[in-house]
């Protein structure tokens, strides 16, 4: 009980910090977002960033479920303002299903340059699923003159696999200083083991649960759920990143 209230605290603590964000942000125009109160903050946040766009409608389809194309565009924003390092990758030698002139393709590249999603040598593994320590369930034997990089852009995004691809970044921004250690402590009565990414991502308040204690991690990712997370590791970002700046 104690460690809910904890949570819940910790949850209000983060609507204030979205709130004074949005409080002390540059001025820009209005976006009439189909959206209201501190979501809609969190968003503004997040257009004033240049991380997230809305619809032609003017409507930023905050109850829709986010494709893993949406999530790779915006995730691959959210890269560039934290200025993770990134290794040349040769993708000659990858086969992707995004096709070269894909407008999230130069996104995808991103993630995988930055080592958040990883090409495999086993064609079954799904780089959506592949933790940042390289461990990783594969069968088969592995192809070792090519590597797979299969997204399935325009299925919906798992709170399984955002919850995956937040810890790989946040792990890697934490060793290259760009964000502190994340805490991985778990919480019995949540049923949260320690060390997982689903720590990581309640602990940092993140990811929340639902009122019957279960965090749905099988269900798609609703696009104000990442709006809000995005906005949460946004604001964690910027004083270091000033404070960095010479």
Known sequence: MHMLMARTAAYVLLVMSVEAAWAQRSPADAVPFDISGFESEATQHLVDAGIIEGYPDGTAGAR?????????????????????????????????????DHWAREAVELLAETGILRPSPYRDVSPWHWAADGVA???????????WLTIDGNQPLLRREFTQVFANTWQLAAEQESLPAARTEGARDLGLPAGTPLA???????????????????????????????????????????????
Request: aromatic share 8%.
């Open 64 to 100: 829709r479920v986010l494709t893993r194309y949406e999530f790779a565009q915006a995730w691959g924003r959210l890269l560039r303002k934290m200025r993770l390092q990134s290794s040349p990758v040769d993708w000659d030698a990858i086969r992707t299903d995004v096709p070269a």
């Open 137 to 147: 369930n594969a069968s088969g034997i592995p192809d070792e003159s090519t590597l």
């Open 200 to 246: 990581m991502a309640v602990n940092e308040t993140i990811l929340i649960g639902y009122p019957n204690g279960s965090f749905g991690l099988e269900r798609p990712m609703v696009r104000i759920e990442a709006f809000f997370a995005m906005a949460r590791v946004l604001i964690a970002l910027e004083p270091r990143r000033h404070h960095k700046r010479p």
